[in-house]
């Protein structure tokens, strides 16, 4: 009897063990439920500030998106994006066209009234990227938290952020760099089914593309006609443009539909459909509803790199400075 009593221990020990594994993601620190106790409404203070702002205005939950993304992507998930000041991740040319601070700093004034010294500025980001897309007509995922905010921002670490007319090979590259693959790539990219780019980021594509005297020949002939009536030759690069062209407002899969009709707008988009190793994945996507569970999947895995957890980083008081 007493064997059997301390086999029944080890299994409960074995049990706990792996449902911990379970709740923790990536084994970085970061789990579901982690404010739980210690500020039961995080979620839902955070989803009311996003509904309201994107409720005035659908645009911004293209931004919050981005800005997520842009974060992540330089020193992992830390908020170090969103200070403010000479010299810091939110003044590198790349971040220039960020949106939705705003949403962020009023979120956290909320939490910091409700649980003070509790929630950090990066979990936010990240649970508001995820009300975005839901917002937008996306499918909801569950948002591992415990970030911590990072104490560094500089301007020059933002090089390495995936630009707009990177080949497949340097993108797959720059994802590999974070730890995550083609099928992430071309998941996480599907976030441009929202959203705007500007003219000067495209424009070398319609006029004269890599010298040829004519456009890049990816470009559907159709389409072509619409995108300089756009972006004219001689404009100053600043009109905006759908990256999901008709759907810019909209979570779906015809981002993907039009890649594959040659109306994708950023060549490094374009590239995704042409390129072997990736254009499976956009067939894929565009043909199944598989895109919004995947893109949740892949939201989670990204939202994990790098991350402070423990005593690493700090949580701010406010999102825009260092405590």
Not at 97 to 124: N, W, Y
Request: hydrophobic share 40%; charged share 25%; proline share 4%.
């Amino acid at each position: 009897m007493e064997a059997g009593f301390f086999n029944d221990l080890r299994f409960l020990f074995v049990f706990y063990m792996v449902l911990a594994l379970l709740v923790t993601v990536h084994g970085q620190g970061t789990r579901l439920g982690f404010y739980s106790a210690s500020c039961p409404r995080a979620e839902s203070i955070v989803r009311s500030a996003v509904q309201a702002h994107v409720k005035s205005d659908p645009s911004l939950a293209a931004g919050l998106l981005r800005m997520h993304f842009h974060d992540c992507f330089v020193r992992g998930c830390d908020a170090s994006v969103l200070v403010a000041g000479a010299g810091t991740e939110r003044t590198a040319g790349a971040n220039a066209g960020l949106r939705g601070f705003e949403v962020i700093e009023e979120a956290k004034t909320q939490l910091e009234a409700a649980c003070p010294g509790v929630v950090s500025c990066a979990d936010i980001l990240a649970l508001a990227a995820r009300d975005s897309v839901v917002l937008s007509g996306g499918v909801r995922w569950e948002v591992p938290t415990g970030r911590r905010d990072g104490r560094v921002s500089k301007a020059s670490d933002v090089d390495n952020l995936p630009g707009p007319s990177d080949s497949v090979d340097v993108q797959k590259k720059k994802f590999a760099d974070k730890g995550l693959n083609a099928q992430d790539l071309v998941t996480l990219v599907g976030g441009h089914t929202i959203g705007t780019t500007a003219c000067l980021f495209f424009s070398n594509r319609l006029y004269n593309f890599g010298g040829n005297g004519g456009p890049d020949p990816s470009i559907n002939p159709s389409f072509l006609p619409q995108l300089r009536a756009l972006c004219p030759e001689k404009g100053d690069g600043m009109n905006r443009v759908a990256l999901d062209f008709r759907s810019q407002n909209r979570f779906d899969t015809s981002y993907f539909n039009n890649l594959r009709k040659g109306r994708g707008i950023l060549q490094s988009d374009q590239e995704l459909w042409s390129d072997a190793s990736t254009k499976p994945f956009v067939q894929r996507y565009s043909e199944k509803t598989v895109f919004n569970v995947e893109f949740g999947k892949a939201m989670v895995k990204m939202s994990n790199i790098e991350v402070k957890t423990g005593r690493d980083g700090e949580i701010r008081k406010k999102c825009p400075a260092f405590n």
